[in-house]
């Protein structure tokens, strides 16, 4: 039984890390409709970027904060360089300038920082803490915590604000948006500043567990994709259960099947539930009049 | 006009001749960018400046060395064209590199055809085995770091294990090498599991093994960020049975990455270079291992590391080589390569035969365990 437990355990943590990614896939995606491959070197330049301001001498604290306001910065970069001049291009097209983004942000790290793998210490120490037999990292719990108060925000933020509202009329018609007095580019770029910046929070807490280094972004990307997949894409309860479920899907399979097949397991789910309900757990359907 | 055209045209003699000048050219191919950057990078960092040295001192049997170095970024096609490119177009006398054991495997057909020596600095068996006339290699090999490690465990009485490895090249190549010999030290596999090498979680694995019934100690073969996490979920879970990580963990980064408390006790092999402070005076490699130190230290501002020492042994082999050859004809450097006898290396002491183009005995390896966050040479 304290296996079980454990498992679980096991799988919310690196669920809400997954989670973490797909929820600052979720704005940049309501916003404009693309889904931005360059999230996961958000979270990693989050990670890269604390770890040396700290290194260098500043507290934890204000290191972070560095870290988050110069990755919103690169990401509002990102919009204005690479996305806003290519405006007009398919999604596809879009989608493909992010991945190219990602290549850059990677190699460029490369240069700045350094190639080797980094981590700084956990906020809260490394004691593990006993839940009936089982243990978990109080990391996790921030990492938890973390995700958990992102969503709020981000729910408060698209249902409760009119920026939020103008962010989603934007996605669902960019022309009808301007015609009803929506500054669309003000809207783009503050889409990339918040997934940026969620991106580099999300690095911040989960670098104590899981580490950083210049070539960390990929995988999240990947995974945190999956967990919004599955969630549904665009919606932030989707990304949370998405990626709370991918987490603990893998840490099952490796625990009671065979930890060879921990991610074709998790893929293989993934599959099975895009077959039944293409739009994801909570994804808005979508219909095209014509 | 004229002037203008006379001094182009002596600037493309001097250009021209400025090179022939009868240097002798050696050639690397290494992945300085790419997944095996953290790799390559001291590897070509460590070439460039001992060639600098070399030269400094006056050359090789009076010549200057002429290095050519290619970043491959880890990829077997790139690294291909870039050996052929060595031999054909630069008609390099010798070759250093193939980073990653992908990329040498790649590149030895185009060396054994143009009969050129190379040195690979990979890890694989099969790199040497069987021997290829014109292929070398520095690094030591997975099976050797098992014997060390079973040697250790048989020493303290340990017969049953639990095995935890990473699925990328380097944990799979290592745990196959491991799970080959294993049977000779009479020690016995109960549980074997595998992580990938992204994960950032592996509690789910070792609580299976932790679990498993009569298990005394645990084996992780890997590379990367996988054994420092795989490290700190071991004292997460206080699973309190001695841990072995492999020799691809040996470095000061990784005490750091899993914390000095998570890393408390953790046994591995690892070379002289990596405890060149605590090694004692009258160690063969002292000096060897402390003046590269100093040297790379000075000359990068980073810290030494092991892949670099491998480069270091490989150039150093090949001008001890050319130096006793009096020659810089390929086939003769292969002889002497060959000849190599008791050369003191950072990694071992190499006395390479023709049935053995390594040269290297389990002596290469220090069994080594952390302790307060720094190393103890425990044998």
Same mark, same amino acid.
């Given at each position: ?9 096991? !799988? ?40 040396? &301001? ?14 988050? @306001? &110069? ?30 983004? #990602?290549?850059? @942000? ?43 108060? @992102? ?86 309860? !989707? ?13 099952? $399979?490796?625990?009671?099947?065979? #930890? ?31 | 006009?004229?002037? &203008? ?98 990329? #040498?495997?790649? @590149? ?13 600095? &990979? ?72 992580? !990938? ?102 000359? $990068? ?79």
């Amino acid at each position: 039984m304290p296996e079980l437990l454990q498992f679980l355990l096991s !799988g919310i943590t690196v669920g809400a890390v997954y989670a973490l990614v797909a929820l600052g896939f979720t704005i940049i995606y309501n916003a404009s409709d693309v889904v931005n491959f360059a999230q996961g070197e958000f979270v990693m330049l989050g990670g890269m970027i604390t770890f040396f &301001a700290h290194a260098a001498g500043l507290p934890l604290p204000l290191a972070a904060l560095i870290a988050i @306001i &110069a990755t919103a910065a690169i990401g509002v970069a990102l919009n204005k360089l690479a996305i806003e001049p290519a405006r007009g291009a398919p999604v596809v097209s879009l989608i493909i300038i992010t991945i190219g983004a #990602s290549i850059f @942000i990677r190699g460029a790290t490369q240069l700045v920082f350094d190639k080797q793998l980094h981590r700084f210490p956990a906020f809260s120490g490394d004691q593990p803490i006993l839940i009936g037999g089982a243990t978990i990292l109080p990391q996790s719990l921030w990492v938890i915590a973390g995700a958990l108060a @992102i969503f709020f925000c981000l729910r408060l933020f698209f249902t409760r604000t009119l920026i939020g509202r103008a962010v989603l009329a934007t996605a669902n018609n960019r022309i009808a948006a301007q015609l009803v007095g929506i500054n669309t580019n003000y809207v783009m770029t503050l889409s990339f500043a918040m997934s940026a910046a969620i991106g580099a929070l999300a690095g911040v807490l989960v670098t104590p567990i899981t580490l950083t280094g210049y070539d960390v972004g990929l995988a999240l990307a990947l995974k945190g994709f999956a967990a919004a997949m599955l969630g549904g894409m665009g919606n932030p309860k !989707g990304a949370l259960v998405g990626g709370l479920l991918l987490g603990v899907l893998e840490a099952m $399979t490796a625990g009671y099947i065979s #930890s060879q097949y921990k991610d074709a397991a998790a893929f293989v789910v993934i599959l099975a539930v895009l077959f039944a309900m293409p739009q994801g757990l909570f994804g808005r359907k979508s219909t095209d009049r014509v | 006009m004229k002037f &203008a055209f006379t001094t182009t045209a002596l600037a493309l003699v001097l250009g021209l001749a400025a090179p022939a000048l009868a240097d002798i050219k050696i050639g690397a191919t290494l992945s300085e960018t790419g997944p095996a950057a953290f790799l390559g990078d001291p590897e070509a960092k460590t070439l460039k400046m001992l060639v600098e040295e070399i030269n400094a001192a006056g050359g090789v049997n009076g010549e200057k060395i002429e290095l050519i170095v290619y970043d491959d970024g880890g990829d077997p096609n790139k690294a291909r064209t870039f050996a052929t490119r060595l031999v054909e177009d630069d008609e390099v006398v010798a070759v250093i590199g193939g980073t990653t054991t992908g990329t #040498s495997m790649a @590149i030895i057909p185009v060396f054994e055809d143009a009969e050129v020596p190379f040195i690979s600095l &990979a890890g694989a068996i099969e790199i040497i085995d069987p021997v290829k006339p014109y292929t070398f290699k520095t690094p030591h090999t997975d099976r050797m770091a098992c014997a060390k490690i079973f040697e250790d465990m048989k020493k303290a009485g340990i017969t049953k294990i639990g095995v935890i490895s990473g699925s990328d090249g380097f944990g799979a190549s290592m745990r196959k090498q491991c799970l080959g010999i294993i049977g000779e030290y009479g020690i016995e596999v109960l549980a074997d599991e595998t992580y !990938g090498p992204t994960d950032a979680d592996m509690t789910p694995q070792l609580t299976n093994i932790k679990g498993k019934e009569g298990i005394q100690a645990v084996l992780n073969p890997g590379f990367g960020q996988g054994p420092a996490i795989v490290t700190r979920n071991y004292a997460q879970l206080a699973v309190g049975l001695p841990l072995y990580q492999s020799h691809g963990v040996a470095s000061d980064g990784f005490i750091e990455l899993a914390g000095a408390e998570a890393a408390e006790g953790v046994r591995l092999p690892g070379t002289a270079l990596l405890v060149a402070e605590i090694l004692p005076e009258n160690d063969p490699q002292r000096a060897v291992v402390t003046a590269y130190k100093e040297a790379y230290e000075k000359a $990068t501002g980073k810290p030494v590391s092991t892949f670099g020492g491998y480069a270091h042994d490989a150039l150093r082999i090949l001008v001890d080589a050319i130096t006793r050859a009096g020659s810089a004809e390929p086939s003769d450097i292969r002889g002497a390569i060959e000849a190599t006898k008791g050369f003191v290396g950072t990694t071992g002491i190499v006395t390479m035969t023709a049935e053995d183009h390594l040269g290297l005995d389990l002596s290469a390896f220090r069994m080594l365990e952390i302790e307060k966050g720094g190393w103890k040479i425990v044998e």
